[in-house]
């Protein structure tokens, strides 16, 4: 790696660098799915106020990845609620993760799923769950060497 990767937890100062990445990362999905991940056009301000309050959610963390480039990277996790029927019933979510693709492969995505782990570890959280779309190669191959194994399935059907 040409310089010392950071990750630490994200500021306010960061908001635009990380609504840049989910941008490229909404334009990855469009790629697989182009109408369900299709968004409207106040679609990064809404990201921009929504992760804003991710970051003051007590549940929640925003994570970012930075070398001496900038911001190269992000996660967005939160602490999720299964049914009361279950024994387990917390789980860490990761619902966003986004590594600039010049820094690809270069492990800046198993740090930052290595220091969210370690957050939800030291809640006492044992169980973590990702969603990625099946056509996602990267993410496919990725969640698999993470140590994530495939539980569900989640089905679509348009209706005319
Ligand atoms: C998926 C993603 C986050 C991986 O980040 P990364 O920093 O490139 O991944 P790492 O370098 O930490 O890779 C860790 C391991 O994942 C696997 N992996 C990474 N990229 C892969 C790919 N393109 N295909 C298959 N396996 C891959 C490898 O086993 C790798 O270990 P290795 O380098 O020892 O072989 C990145 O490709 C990305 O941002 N993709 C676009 C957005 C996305 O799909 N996000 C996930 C959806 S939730």
């Given at each position: 790696m040409s310089a010392p990767v950071k990750i630490r937890d994200a500021r306010l100062i960061d908001l635009d660098h990380i609504v840049h990445l989910w941008s490229e990362?909404?334009?990855h999905h469009r790629r697989l799915e182009p109408r369900l991940y299709a968004t409207v056009e106040h679609a990064p301000a809404s990201f921009r106020a929504f992760i804003r309050r991710k970051m003051d959610d007590h549940e929640a963390f925003v994570l970012i990845a930075e070398d001496d480039t900038g911001i190269i990277?992000?996660?967005?996790?939160?602490?999720?609620q299964r049914a009361p029927?279950?024994?387990v019933r917390t789980v860490g979510m990761i619902f966003d993760l986004?590594?600039?693709p010049a820094v690809r492969s270069q492990g800046v995505g198993r740090r930052l799923v290595g220091a969210a782990s370690q957050k939800f570890s030291k809640r006492g959280i044992r169980d973590l769950q990702v969603n990625y779309d099946p056509r996602n190669e990267?993410?496919?191959g990725f969640?698999?060497?993470?140590?994530?194994?495939?539980l569900l399935h989640e089905a679509y059907r348009q209706l005319p």
């Open positions: 990362l909404m334009g990277g992000y996660l967005l996790g939160s602490v999720g029927v279950f024994d986004m590594v600039s990267e993410a496919a969640w698999a060497a993470m140590g994530f194994q495939t």
